[in-house]
């Protein structure tokens, strides 16, 4: 791929080529393959064009020792790893301390799907969502959340069930995207060299019904004007609903 230096009002930035086998607001090819391990009480693979993650959920009975004892509430988390063999160099596993990275991308995962579950449904349950990424190509923490959106649905069913709930605790359903400005055009769902050189990149995390849980934007650069900033979101929601209409497919 030809790469070129230019300036973009930004300083000097790699330009990438134009997308040749896809529209701006065209995501990539999406795959989720559900029951991918034995043992979880839910488990998907989740691919993004070349960003393949598996996401599990275990569940187990009691809550963090940090809520109170008359919380009537259960509890949902996630964690997040790179293998490391995940990226073009290798990455070092991370025994002993979480880097800030993933602790980010963790709790983000965290947050947006608690944001779509009633804690009270799921009493003395702690869920946690494991998201392990085996080949990352961009939009990592995005391709998590849908991932585990979905491998979360397979444990409530299975508590279901089983009688360890006595109904679902899913308000609706949450999806993510990645979107951004790469050479002045506001592109969907980026890979990692769009991201790597984008303007501007962001990542959007929606309920079905457009509620925003997270709409995260950085300027790599110099700022930008808000008419751009409302693209994002909208080419984001866009996308968003078409992962969403895929749920109901598998």
């Not at 999406?30 to 393949?52: M, W």
């Not at 809550?63 to 293998?83: F, H, I, V």
């Not at 799921?122 to 969502?129: G, N, R, V, W």
């Not at 392990?132 to 961009?138: C, E, F, N, R």
Request: charged share 25%; net charge neutral.
């Amino acid at each position: 791929m030809q790469i070129l230096w230019t300036n973009l009002h930004v300083g000097l930035r790699l330009e990438v080529k134009m997308r040749e086998n896809r529209q701006n607001n065209e995501l990539r090819e999406i795959k989720f393959t559900k029951n991918y391990t034995k043992h979880a009480y839910g488990s998907v693979l989740v691919e993004f064009g070349d960003t393949k993650v598996i996401t599990t959920a275990s569940v187990e009975e009691g809550k963090p020792k940090w809520m109170d004892k008359d919380d009537n509430r259960g509890w949902l988390t996630a964690e997040y790893s790179l293998l490391p063999s995940s990226t073009n160099t290798r990455c070092q596993r991370e025994r002993t301390k979480i880097s800030g990275r993933t602790q980010e991308i963790q709790r983000l995962i965290g947050r947006s799907l608690r944001a779509c579950v009633d804690l009270t449904k799921i009493p003395d349950l702690t869920i946690t969502i494991d998201a392990d990424v085996i080949q990352a190509d961009g939009g990592t923490r995005t391709a998590s959340i849908c991932g585990g959106y979905l491998a979360l649905c397979d444990a409530v069913e299975k508590l279901l069930k089983q009688g360890l709930i006595k109904e679902s605790p899913i308000i609706e359903p949450v999806a993510a995207i990645s979107a951004g400005i790469v050479n002045g055009e506001v592109r969907l769902d980026l890979n990692y060299e769009e991201d790597s050189h984008a303007q501007v990149d962001a990542n959007v995390v929606l309920t079905k019904s457009g509620k925003i849980i997270e709409f995260q934007t950085t300027a790599e650069g110099a700022p930008y004007e808000r008419t751009q900033m409302l693209e994002i979101f909208n080419i984001a929601q866009e996308g968003i609903q078409k992962i969403i209409a895929k749920y109901n497919l598998i």
